[in-house]
């Protein structure tokens, strides 16, 4: 009889054959995509570096260009000061003069703004604050003080440049000569491309030379101050008159700025205060009208606790009296009840009176008090607007000539000149 032979190997399962079908094709194309993958980003890099290198050699050709026209800008006007070194210095003196006369014109509005804060010292209780007015005065003092400081340095300039003079031609010489270099060399730099025969590797050219550690600010500092001081003579005439008679003009534009937005903040810190001064005498006077009214519910509540009072008196006699009936007639009837329910309700209603009462006054103490913060309130604001009508009327000699200058409010009394009415008037000389 035949038999079948069996190969003595490892059997799968067909599931499994599959399984490494599917595994084997999804291996293959991941492995295709991740190759593709790689060549397109080897593509994309070759294509990214050839314009990098081509967009830096660009950009540092363009560089090198703007360099020799910024460096040959300055040789030229370096050229220029050494030609134009000799100029007039004359009108100088003139003009420092005028700086020191508007220096010593910022004494008068530096003393009335001091003047200002110190009256607003005299303010009270809450009226200290740290308002617009304040912080204006404040900032204008800042202002004057700024201003001269600003007309005092151009006046110092105007000293230190007769002494620099002497310097200049010897560092315009030694700036203009490493310009020149400079020039030279960068221009031969811009001529290299490719194919030029003279070019090579270098052992460590990006190395940072000695003495390379001034910034490209530091250079443009260097060589503007150097034409500055070269045309400093020139400029004593022209661009340092025209910076004094600048600052001149804008110490004067700036004072007078600061000075119309500081009275703009009195003018708007008085109508501020006369609404609130109008607002608290309109509570003053409908919290005089509540205490009034209170006073009045007051004494009907106390009027009204003594009738209930004499109600439950006579509830208590009745039922005082009522125990004395005899025997059997001694009983419960409906008028017990009545009276003993009217004496519960006359103790609740009386409870509740004095409990009302006892709120009425302590509203009526409230209100006191809060009238008399009220009435101090007041007090306060109308010295804060004296103060600052007073703060106001002394900053007129800021526009005012003094011999035309008449305060609005009497510096010894503090009290307002006003013209009268000619029946005032007219009452005033009858009394």
């Not at 919290?287 to 009204?304: G, M, N, P, S, Y």
């Not at 009220?374 to 010295?383: E, R, T």
Request: charged share 30%; net charge neutral.
């Amino acid at each position: 009889m035949a038999t079948l032979s069996v190969k003595p190997s490892q059997r799968f399962r067909l599931l499994d054959w599959h399984t490494n079908s599917c595994l084997l094709s999804t291996n293959a194309e991941r492995q295709r995509d991740a190759a593709n993958q790689i060549r397109q980003e080897a593509r994309v890099l070759r294509n990214e570096t050839n314009n990098k290198t081509i967009w830096d050699e660009h950009d540092n050709r363009t560089r090198l260009a703007e360099r020799i026209a910024t460096v040959n800008r300055w040789k030229e006007r370096l050229d220029k000061c050494l030609t134009d070194l000799d100029v007039e210095i004359d009108a100088l003196t003139q003009m420092k003069d005028s700086a020191e006369q508007n220096l010593q014109a910022k004494n008068l509005p530096l003393d009335v703004a001091i003047e200002c804060l110190t009256l607003r010292e005299s303010r009270r209780d809450i009226d200290v604050v740290q308002d617009p007015v304040e912080n204006e005065l404040h900032k204008e003092v800042e202002v004057i003080e700024a201003s001269k400081k600003a007309l005092q340095q151009k006046i110092s300039q105007a000293f230190e440049q007769l002494c620099l003079l002497q310097e200049v031609r010897q560092q315009l010489n030694s700036d203009h000569r490493g310009k020149m270099e400079t020039l030279e060399i960068d221009r031969g730099c811009l001529s290299l491309n490719l194919m030029s025969p003279n070019i090579s590797l270098k052992v460590n050219p990006t190395r940072v030379p000695n003495g390379s550690s001034t910034t490209l600010q530091q250079w443009d500092d260097f060589s503007q101050f150097n034409k500055n001081r070269a045309e400093a003579e020139m400029k004593a005439a022209t661009e340092l008159r025209e910076a004094i008679a600048l600052t001149i003009a804008e110490t004067k534009n700036n004072l007078e700025a600061q000075r119309v937005a500081t009275e703009f903040a009195f003018r708007k810190r008085l109508r501020e205060m006369e609404s609130v001064y109008s607002e608290l005498k309109w509570q003053e006077k409908n919290t005089l009208e509540e205490v009034a009214e209170l006073q009045k519910d007051i004494r009907h509540l106390e009027e009204d606790l003594q009738r209930k009072m004499l109600n439950l008196k006579l509830s208590h006699t009745r039922l005082e009296s009522r125990t004395y009936r005899p025997n059997v007639e001694l009983c419960r009837d409906q008028v017990q009840y009545g009276l003993t329910e009217e004496v519960h309700q006359l103790e609740a209603t009386i409870a509740a009176l004095k409990q009302k009462l006892a709120q009425a006054q302590d509203a009526l103490d409230a209100l006191y008090k809060h009238l008399a913060r009220l009435q101090a309130d007041i007090a306060c604001k109308a010295n804060s607007m004296l103060l600052d009508t007073k703060c106001l009327d002394t900053r007129c000699k800021l526009t005012v000539p003094a011999e035309k200058f008449v305060p609005q409010v009497d510096t010894f009394t503090r009290t307002t000149n006003r013209t009268l009415s000619p029946l005032k008037s007219c009452q005033l000389e009858l009394a």
